[in-house]
């Protein structure tokens, strides 16, 4: 759908030929520090700390931890190929890279197993948080002598049932992630793991310990079930098989590597470097955390009691250290704070991230448009998310609240979407050979041929463990290959049938699309002083009726704006393309608001852009089309006080100097709130004016012969209230101020930005 490009502006008016679109190729995204990068993927990471390490040990035994290190020392090579592959594409995702080195049938073979990935995610950290909730719950009860509660597995599949429902809610009402909320949740939970650290070490050097047993044929304890179809005799004495399935099954460690593929466009200038510096910080601290918290548990924690404590090891390890009972039961509850914390998150980010690979998905022609048609009331693309939640509670209900077998089966996706990822990384290398700003090291060299022998063996390894993998983890092998299987076939037969129908249909408009690097006024059509009016859910465009009903002159054009928000957990699947990001759910939105404008009689000029927080989008656009005023519609999810604050805060955001805008949002009933963004003078009520004018009488004799003005008045209590608030007097003023706003805000005032 790509245009030639056209002389003349997109305009829309009543009786146009095909209308034009312009697209913003280049995302209005909002950049990051390397810390919060990592924050992010941490997020992700640093939750399989709290279930990795008994899954492992249950699995092989006490040499457990030595796996956990292998794993994570390992993590940092393929670290390595996240990175390649992301100085090569933006959007490096598995689907991305692998579609582009291997074409488009692997490439779905890839993103089934990535989708297995994200559905195992949610269920394995639910339950494994309702695991820590309960184990902490019982030893309270037991402490004050209470009976503890009942089936422990069914109490964390209920937990992880409540959160998952919770977070499918929030889902559809369509609530944002925020790297903010990242880093805050891993400064605390770097407080706990310092306090760990710290206190494992002064339990060791008053109790002293061993290490535990390096793995060798003799220390490592298969049983039939870490062994699956590999429980031969002799397969029990091959050295090699047994560091592969312990490899195997420590994997899962590593999970959340694609968090970085999938925050690298996020992340500010120079992008590489500090991707690399992200990856650095990742690496250390997954490296201490996850696999000390492995070799502390073996040390500390005796043989006779951990076995109760492979469901919540961190929380087994807290009550075994050096110290009075009642100090460690209530470090025990800051553990399962923290892990409740970051294991919910992960809940979350699998909604999330399920939801943007489907979407990117399904921009790419694979599946069906049907599956992103908006919410009603909140414009998400809730039958995605529906189907995900459908299957992660089917999931937690067959586990019925195993940890141990969720872990296992989790592993699959794991594993198999880093070995397509590497081996397309490898294609790439021979079939773009061209220069990388990073390739992972080690590359020979012979004359103008190279040898990348650094990429092909992490390739290698990463095949062997997930082979070993199909051979010894039974539920996890049938589980993985038939739900990916199924996910395959879905997307083979949505794309077949979405190519035989093409993406224009006879109910739709038809639209040129014009694809340009930037928007401007030049470029949209649109007069400067024009009114912006972002649209996002053709359920609900009563605000550009709205608009348009009140536009007398014709001489102020109506910009209708579609914000694509990209997320996070989804951006890096697919590029951005105009057929991509102008599918048919976005051509029913315009179809929808073209019909409006025809029934006004009014012209109106339509544009797309991408963008990663949809306030920022909004207000940067306003900008760069030197538009005098925002109109939005009510947010269901919303005050509209915590609407206008959210664009505040975006316009806070600009780099000086500011322009002045006028933010209107506009209910279904046609009622009004208007807000204006930057300094201005405001609008006094007679009641303010007639204090004024009271205390400037009351003063004005005082201070004579001196004359006062009524801006001396209003000047002085200005710089009183700074003074105030300088001396750090807020929590008096705060707190008066919010009675104030309360008892003379009247019904309707909306206090201005």
């Known amino acids: 759908m790509a245009s030639d490009a056209a002389s003349s502006p997109p305009s829309v008016s009543t009786g146009s030929a095909p209308p034009q679109i312009l697209i913003a190729s280049t995302a209005l995204l909002s950049f990051i520090s390397f810390w919060r990068a990592a924050a992010i993927v941490l997020n992700d990471l640093a939750s399989s700390a709290y279930y990795a390490g008994g899954i492992a040990e249950q699995a092989v035994g006490k040499s457990a931890p030595w796996f956990i290190l292998a794993i994570m020392l390992f993590s940092y090579a393929v670290r390595a190929v996240y990175v390649e592959s992301c100085s090569m594409f933006v959007r490096g995702g598995v689907y991305r890279v692998v579609k582009e080195a291997m074409g488009g049938r692997l490439a779905k ?30 030893e309270l009860l037991r402490y004050f002598h209470m009976a503890p509660l009942g089936n422990d597995n069914a109490m964390a599949a209920a937990f992880a049932l409540m959160v998952t429902l919770y977070f499918w809610w929030e889902n559809i009402k369509g609530i944002p992630e925020s790297s903010e909320k990242a880093l805050r949740i891993m400064q605390l939970t770097t407080v706990m793991v310092v306090m760990l650290i710290g206190w494992c070490g002064y339990t060791l050097l008053v109790r002293g310990a061993h290490l535990p047993p390096l793995p060798s044929v003799r220390s490592l304890e298969f049983n039939a079930e870490s ?11 091959i050295a090699l098989v047994g560091i592969l399935v312990g490899l195997g099954h420590s994997v899962l460690a590593m999970s959340g590597e694609e968090s970085l593929a999938q925050v690298y466009r996020e992340i500010e200038h120079p992008k590489l470097p500090n991707l ?12 201490m955390f996850t696999s000390l918290v492995s070799f502390f548990a073996v040390m500390i924690i005796p043989d006779g009691s951990r076995k109760q404590y ?61 599956f992103r048609q908006p919410h009603r009331r909140f414009g998400t693309s809730y039958r995605i998310i529906n189907m995900v939640v459908a299957l992660q509670i089917i999931t937690i209900v067959l586990s019925r609240g195993n940890v141990y077998t969720l872990g296992e089966a989790y592993a699959f996706g794991v594993v198999w979407s880093f070995v397509m990822k590497a081996l397309a990384v490898l294609v790439l290398r021979f079939t773009h050979p061209g220069d990388r700003e990073y390739r992972v090291p080690l590359n020979l060299h012979f004359g103008s041929k190279e040898i990348p022998l650094g990429l092909a063996l992490i390739a290698t390894v990463l095949a062997a463990i997930a082979v070993t993998n199909l051979l010894t983890k039974q539920v996890a092998t049938i589980s993985g290959l038939f739900f990916t299987l199924a996910f395959f076939m879905m997307f083979t037969i949505s ?107 009014k012209p109106v000029k339509l544009a797309l852009v991408a963008s990663n927080d949809i306030w920022d989008a909004m207000v940067r656009a306003a900008v760069a089309l030197k538009s005098s005023t925002i109109i939005l519609g009510r947010s269901d999810k919303l005050e509209v ?31 009004q709130s208007v807000f204006f963004l930057g300094p201005h003078t405001p609008h006094l009520t007679p009641n303010e004016v007639g204090l004024i004018h009271k205390l400037w009488l009351h003063y004005s004799d005082a201070l004579a012969p001196e004359e006062l003005h009524h801006h001396d008045i209003v000047h ?20 008066r101020l919010r009675e104030h706003m309360r008892r003379n805000k009247a019904p309707g005032d909306q206090a201005p930005k």
Do not use: C
Not at 227 to 236: F, P
Not at 661 to 667: F, G, K, P, R, S
């Open 276 to 287: 690399k510096k992200a990856g650095f910080v990742i690496f250390v601290y997954s490296l």
């Open 495 to 601: 794309e077949r049938v979405a190519r035989r129908r093409g993406h224009a249909h006879g109910e739709l408009d038809q639209f040129h699309l014009e694809s340009r690097e930037e928007i401007s006024p030049q470029v949209v059509g649109a007069r400067p002083g024009n009114v912006l009016v972002p649209v996002n859910n053709y359920h609900k465009l009563y605000h550009l009726d709205a608009a348009l009903g009140r536009i007398r002159t014709v001489r102020r054009d109506v910009v209708v704006l579609n914000v694509r928000l990209l997320t996070r957990a989804g951006s890096g699947e697919s590029g951005l393309m105009p057929d991509q990001l102008f599918s048919s759910v976005e051509q029913y939105l315009f179809t929808q608001a073209l019909a409006l404008a025809e029934k006004q009689g």
């Open 716 to 735: 002085f209590a200005l710089l009183e209230l700074s003074h105030e608030m300088k001396e750090g007097h807020d929590s008096n003023l705060i707190p």
């Open 310 to 370: 492979f469901d919540n090891l961190i929380g087994g390890l807290a009550l075994h250290l050096a110290g009075p009972f009642p100090v460690l039961l209530a470090f025990q509850g800051f553990v399962v704070l923290v892990g409740t914390l970051i294991l919910s998150g992960a809940v979350n980010t699998a909604i999330v991230g399920s939801n943007g690979v489907l979407n990117r998905v399904s921009e790419d022609g694979v599946l069906s448009d049907w």
């Open 641 to 671: 006080a915590e609407q206008a604050r959210l664009i505040g805060l975006a316009w806070e955001r600009l780099p000086a100097p500011r322009p002045q805008l006028t933010l209107e949002i506009v209910t279904p009933g046609n009622q």
């Open 227 to 237: 062994l699956g179809w590999l429980h031969i005799d002799w397969v029990k004495g």
């Open 109 to 138: 073979v890839s993103v089934s197993a990535l989708m297995f990935d994200y559905i195992l995610t949610g269920p394995i950290s639910g339950v494994s948080a309702g695991q820590y909730i309960v184990s902490f719950a019982n």
